[in-house]
Every structure is written in C-alpha cells, then in structure tokens.
C-alpha cells in the first residue's frame, strides 16, 4: 500500500500500534513517510487519532488485520474517509451474510451441512472469527465431528472441497469506463496466489515416517491450516473466462445488495479436477498475497506495467478526483 501510494506520489502515514516497527526501515521505498503511534486498535477510533488524521486530510486504506482488529462495527463509525466501500466489510465478516451474497451471485460455493449428523463426506470445520484457518478442523461422519468439537460453538461445517486452490485478486472501480465492463464501472484482475498452510501443506511429508501410509498419518496428526505465507501462480490460461465470471458476478450482486465491493477484493477458490471453481471465501479489501506484485503481476503488468494493487488504489483515487467522484470510492 505505501510503496503504490508513493509511487503515485502521495504523502503517506503508517499507523502503527505500541512502537514504530523498526522492519519497515530495512524497506525504504515501502516505509511510510510518518508514523502515527496508537496505544491499541480502539485507540484508532478516538478523537484524538481521528481529529489528527483529518487534519491531514488523510484516506485510510483498510488491510484485514487492520478490519479484524478494529471490529467491523467499530469501523462502521468511524469517521475518517476510508478507501473502499465499508458495508462491504460487514458482509465479509459474517459467514451467513456471505453466503446470501454469494448465493445471490450463483457462483458455486461448498455445500453447507445444517446439522452435524447430515455429514456424509469429507467436511471443514470452521469457527466464527477465526483467523487464518487457525483452530479448523476435517471430519467425514457426525461421529469423528463429535470426537473433535468439545465445547466449542459458533462454526460452520462445510464440504471440503479437494481441488488446487486459487486465491484471486480483483479490483473493481465504479468509475473507470474502460477495458472488462460491469453494468457500472470495470473490472480487473490484478494477480493470484496460493496461501502456504501449516501443516496441511506438508503433511504428505510424514507419510515417510508411516512407511507410505498416509492413513496412519491422518489417524495421529490432526491438518491445521495456519496461514503462514503465499505464492504466486497463474491459472491455465482457458480458466480465464471463468475467473472473470466470477469476480463479474459476485461486483453485480454487491452493487444490488450495499452499493458495491469497490477496490481491491479477493475470492477464495478452490478448482476441482471437472475445473469448476467454487468460492469459499471472500475478502473485500487487499489480501497479503499481493505482496508478491509491488512491481507488476503476470496479469497487471497488461494492464499497465509494474501495477501493483498499492499503485492501483492510488491511481483509483487520483482518477476520482479527476472525475470528482471522490464519494464513490471511499467511504
Ligand atoms: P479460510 O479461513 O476460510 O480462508 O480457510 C482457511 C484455509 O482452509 C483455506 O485457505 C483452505 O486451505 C482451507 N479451506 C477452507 N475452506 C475449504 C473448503 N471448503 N474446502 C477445502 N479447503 C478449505
């Protein structure tokens, strides 16, 4: 976010909490040109933080932590404009609310098991504001669900779906009238990247001491799905048609239902062997992964060379000026 705004020529101020991390100064062209120091993530929404950024006639650009740790509603009320369409972080941060909008979208999402004893497949245990993966657990009957749930509450159990994932990262601009056409605005598609997950990625590596038997391994070590990195790939290329559909389908129905995922989002997705992709989850604001383009993509740099979604949301916001459509794209 920092090295796109500075790029585009932007003053830039990092909000941070407790201490300046002293990491972003080994990363000149990706550290702020200030930091605003907060004693906790609440802190952001006091007078005092709010009054200092507005002074500064400053746009907050949400990440997911930033989101996550403030509290959706929290950042409902708060009064600095922000990049981005804040309703759409409510939708994002409530699984059934998700899954009516993804529903209304008719893109294809795992099946949703109501009550545990429906569960008659492989299935993934998830947990209402867990973050990165973290605490999900797999089960294929109602009885290894009940063996694993305690006293647990608040998850969802949905189909695990087998396949090789794609996390796929769009910008949508209500404003740009060029290039992949929605009903308003345009749609691009920026990069992709896979999440490394610990230990789920390398479990296959234990089958060596279990003499092959991956059975064995399954019985002893319990996957987890801790995100811990990400890496970049790009999807055979007649995939693509697909891929916008999605990301086309899943805008249209934001702009009928809270006005509009406007900026940076990512899907989820998982694409099965019949290379049908369903849609997991959705992130409606920068993802991590795009920490892998801060000079270009595979696919941005077609749409200009070096793009990254940094540089992206910078330029979104000199155009709206431009334009003076600035109320279109903050919030
Ligand atoms: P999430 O917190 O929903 O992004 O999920 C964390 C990780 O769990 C994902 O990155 C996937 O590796 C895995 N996962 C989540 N949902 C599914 C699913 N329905 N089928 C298979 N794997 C999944």
Redesign the pocket.
């Known amino acids: 976010i920092f090295h796109g705004a500075k790029e585009a020529g932007f003053y830039t101020i990092g909000i941070a909490v407790g201490k300046k991390p002293k990491f972003y100064d080994a990363f000149p062209a990706a550290c702020p040109d200030e930091f605003l120091i907060v004693d906790s993530y609440k802190d952001i929404v006091s007078d005092r933080v709010v009054n200092k950024l507005l002074e500064k006639n400053a746009i907050v650009v949400p990440h997911g932590s930033f989101v996550e740790y403030l509290g959706a509603e929290n950042f409902l009320s708060f009064k600095v404009p922000s990049f981005g369409n804040k309703h759409s972080l409510t939708f994002e941060s409530d699984r059934k609310k998700e899954r009516k909008w993804l529903e209304a979208a008719k893109v294809p999402i795992?099946k949703i098991y109501n009550s545990p004893e429906e569960i008659n497949g492989p299935v993934?245990v998830?947990f209402d504001g867990?973050k990165g993966?973290r605490g999900?657990f797999l089960a294929e009957t109602p009885e290894e669900f009940y063996d694993q749930i305690g006293e647990r509450e608040n998850y969802t159990i949905?189909?695990?779906?087998l396949g090789a994932?794609y996390y796929l990262h769009f910008f949508y601009s209500p404003v740009k009238d060029t290039g992949y056409k929605l009903k308003k605005g345009s749609l691009e598609l920026l990069g992709m990247d896979r999440?490394i997950?610990t230990n789920?990625d390398e479990l296959f590596r234990m089958a060596v001491l279990r003499k092959g038997n991956l059975n064995q391994v399954g019985k002893s070590i319990k996957p987890s799905?801790v995100v811990t990195g990400n890496a970049p790939l790009v999807v055979r290329e007649s995939l693509l048609s697909q891929v916008f559909e999605l990301g086309e389908k899943v805008v249209e129905e934001s702009i009928d239902i809270f006005g509009g995922l406007t900026g940076p989002f990512c899907l989820?997705t998982?694409c099965t062997d019949n290379l049908e992709f369903k849609v997991?989850?959705v992130s409606a604001r920068i993802v991590a992964g795009t920490n892998l383009f801060p000079n270009g993509s595979p696919y941005s740099d077609f749409i200009e060379p070096g793009l990254s979604t940094g540089k992206r949301i910078a330029e979104e916001i000199k155009l709206a000026v431009k334009l003076n459509s600035l109320d279109e794209i903050i919030s």
């Open positions: 795992p993934i998830k867990a993966g999900f949905q189909e695990f779906v994932r999440r997950e789920i799905f989820e998982i997991f989850e």
